[in-house]
T-cell receptor, first 114, second 114 residues
Framework: EAGVAQSPRYKIIEKRQSVAFWCNPI?????LYWYQQILGQGPKLLIQ????????DSQLPKDRFSAERLKGVDSTLKIQPAKLEDSAVYLC????????????FGPGTRLTVT | AQSVTQLGSHVSVSEGALVLLRCNYS??????LFWYVQYPNQGLQLLLK??????LVKGINGFEAEFKKSETSFHLTKPSAHMSDAAEYFC????????????FGKGTHLIIQP
């Protein structure tokens, strides 16, 4: 069974530029999550989708971050414009459903903002 | 809001010695509790999960954890450390339900001395 796929694996941009990350969850997984992991910290939830609807985006900085999962399968996370403090690893995870199911994580995208 | 505290950002043990990684959570109701492991430049892998079925949970790679409601703890143990156990370990909590994004602790870096 293929795991959660993410691309790109690494990205370097200058501040005020925009960037987009892509995630393809495990086939059949209805729930998709995006987490931000700053160096030396645990991951922090940014947004949770159930199929193509947003369940929780309370910690998403909506002035610069956006995410979509239009067809209920893959998802994109965008930052525009980027700030230095956005340097982090962005992790995508998926699960069969909400309610305590195991979340499977992708390898992450490491973003460096200079 | 729920929170997770991991005592000790770094833990060092000798190969063959007992591993004990501490995790305390704050929650008004029994949550779902997880331990994840992260190897360098990789995503997170689930070690084990507590979902109220049994207080002692056995996971992969010889790890286990005990849920103690009275102490709001979920400490991770392994009887005999192996060099391959060197990694970052994260404790996480979820309330289940529809919005079940994980809240992670800051992580504990496990160092294995030869």
């Amino acid at each position: 069974e293929a795991g959660v796929a993410q691309s790109p694996r690494y990205k370097i941009i200058e501040k005020r530029q925009s960037v987009a990350f892509w995630c393809n969850p495990i086939s059949g997984h209805a729930t998709l999550y995006w987490y931000q992991q700053i160096l030396g910290q645990g991951p922090k939830l940014l947004i949770q989708f159930q199929n193509n609807g947003v369940v929780d985006d309370s910690q998403l900085p909506k002035d610069r971050f956006s995410a979509e999962r239009l067809k209920g399968v893959d998802s994109t996370l965008k930052i525009q414009p980027a700030k230095l403090e956005d340097s982090a690893v962005y992790l995508c995870a998926s699960s069969l459903g909400a309610g305590g199911w195991e979340q499977y994580f992708g390898p992450g995208t490491r973003l460096t903002v200079t | 809001a729920q929170s997770v505290t991991q005592l000790g950002s770094h833990v060092s043990v000798s190969e063959g010695a007992l591993v004990l990684l501490r995790c305390n959570y704050s929650s008004s109701v029994p949550p779902y509790l997880f331990w994840y492991v992260q190897y360098p430049n990789q995503g997170l892998q689930l070690l084990l999960k507590y979902t109220s079925a049994a207080t002692l949970v056995k996971g992969i790679n010889g790890f286990e954890a005990e849920f103690k409601k009275s102490e709001t703890s979920f400490h991770l143990t392994k009887p005999s450390a192996h060099m391959s156990d060197a990694a970052e370990y994260f404790c996480a909590v979820s309330m289940g339900g529809g919005a079940d994004g994980l809240t992670f602790g800051k992580g504990t870096h496990l160092i294995i001395q030869p």
